[in-house]
């Protein structure tokens, strides 16, 4: 077969990024630009023109068939390959999305779990821990738990005027409460218990530490209250179900 030589404009006077943005390899960009101004041709056309490999060739040939962008005759023993209408990268693209949203659902589930694994934030100072404590009540939980904290977390950080406005806040949103103290505030948490939606219980001052835990919604709080107080607040469902667990065995052996 008499093969037919035919000049191609340059790649680099063409920009074709945006065939590259679309999956095409710079092979295949080549090769499909080649063969929509050569027409039918064979690859050693290709070839001569393109500069490349054979075996890259070949195989972009292949590839852009699978795209459906190249189609190809047999003429005797030879393949007589043919670019088809540019337009008809609509289907490819349509393709290419149709594709996509198959595979999105999957792509957001996998977001959600990164989501989960990594929603912790770190809050510092009085203002920070003002804030943990008022996402934890805008959490829309069903339950407020809480466990830890002793005298001077009650007294001496925060004031006691501070935690009752803060249970007022509480009862003021209908939230239930079960707070596990030590004994060092039992009058603190004998004064609680009377308000409504307030259910406390005691173990003994061993118990009494510089950290406070609670537990509301899809939230948990790990408040250090030292000199300079911080909190994480952590988003996690399976972190807060085995925050849950630990509540659950502290309130049942703590006693009235």
């Known amino acids: 077969m008499t093969r037919l030589k035919y000049s191609i404009i340059p790649l680099q006077v063409m920009d074709t990024s945006i065939l590259e943005d679309l ?79 198959q595979l999105l659902p999957e792509l957001k589930q996998k977001q959600s779990f990164a989501q989960e694994s990594n929603a912790a934030t770190i809050y510092k100072g009085i203002r920070g821990i003002n804030e943990v404590y008022t996402k934890l009540l805008s959490s829309k939980g069903n339950e407020y738990l809480t466990y830890g904290g002793g005298k001077q977390v009650c007294y001496e950080v925060m004031g006691e005027h501070w935690w009752k406005n803060l249970h007022t806040k509480r009862i003021a949103k209908k939230l239930p409460s079960r707070q596990v103290f030590d004994e060092s505030i039992r009058d603190f948490g004998e004064t609680l218990r009377k308000r409504p939606r307030s259910e406390v219980r005691f173990l003994s001052q061993e118990f009494e530490q510089l950290t406070e835990t609670v537990i509301c919604g899809n939230h948990v709080a790990i408040v250090i209250f030292t000199e300079d107080p911080y909190a994480l607040l952590i988003e996690n469902k399976a972190v807060v179900e085995s925050y849950k667990k630990n509540f659950e065995i502290l309130w049942k052996k703590a006693k009235k």
Not at 47 to 70: F, M, P, T, Y
């Open 23 to 101: 999956g095409l390899t710079r092979a295949e960009i080549s090769i499909y630009v080649a063969l929509l101004e050569l027409g039918s041709t064979t690859a050693g056309s290709i070839l001569d023109k393109s500069k490349l490999q054979n075996s890259v060739v070949h195989r972009a040939l292949n590839s852009l068939i699978e795209k459906g962008l190249v189609s190809y005759i047999m003429h005797g023993k030879h393949k007589v390959y043919q670019a088809t209408d540019p337009e008809n990268f609509d289907d490819f693209i349509d393709d290419k999305r149709k594709r996509f949203h």
